[in-house]
């Protein structure tokens, strides 16, 4: 594909995490041929019914450049999202970046709620249980896979 702009001036490294059931943030650095002026602009789409959106609350470097963005509220679907970041410099047209992501993908899950352990000496067993994670998209909690590690002292 033919993309308009200086070879070299899109984004690079483009990574997003979702965390704290709601909260995704979205970071990359500039191109490294970008020229200095270089300001990036990041839009997402959740699904193809929603609107596209540009971020509200911009990560910037020590040059006021965006490097990154907040998103609250977040809610996962069913769809690949679609992220695109764009840029704009008085010098020379630069290229966008764009990627469809799968959030449930990019999610930091919580640790499991109210975990207890119940131990008896007689025979010497222990019963360990919790609750599944807080998460803002899984309806079956079978979906969950757990790994318990136990240490002897």
Same mark, same amino acid.
């Given at each position: ?35 200095? +002026? ?10 193809? @019914? ?10 910037? +470097? ?28 008085? @010098? ?5 970046? +764009?990627?469809?992501? @799968? ?18 000496? +007689? ?31």
């Amino acid at each position: 594909p033919v993309f308009a702009g200086m070879k070299g001036s899109a984004i690079e490294n483009f990574s997003c995490v979702i965390y704290n059931i709601f909260l995704m943030n979205c970071t990359w650095q500039a191109g490294r041929d970008a020229p200095a +002026d270089t300001q990036y602009f990041l839009y997402w789409q959740k699904s193809r @019914d929603e609107e596209e959106m540009e971020c509200e609350l911009y990560i910037k +470097d020590e040059n006021c450049r965006n490097m990154g963005c907040i998103f609250q509220n977040v809610s996962i679907g069913i769809e690949k999202a679609y992220f695109l970041v764009n840029g704009s410099s008085k @010098d020379s047209l630069i290229q966008f970046y +764009d990627e469809y992501i @799968d959030l449930y993908k990019i999610e930091i899950l919580t640790a499991p709620l109210n975990v207890t352990a119940h131990c008896t000496r +007689d025979p010497t067993r222990c019963i360990i249980s919790w609750h599944p994670p807080l998460t803002s998209h899984v309806e079956n909690t079978k979906c969950f896979q757990y790994e318990i590690s136990i240490q002897n002292k």
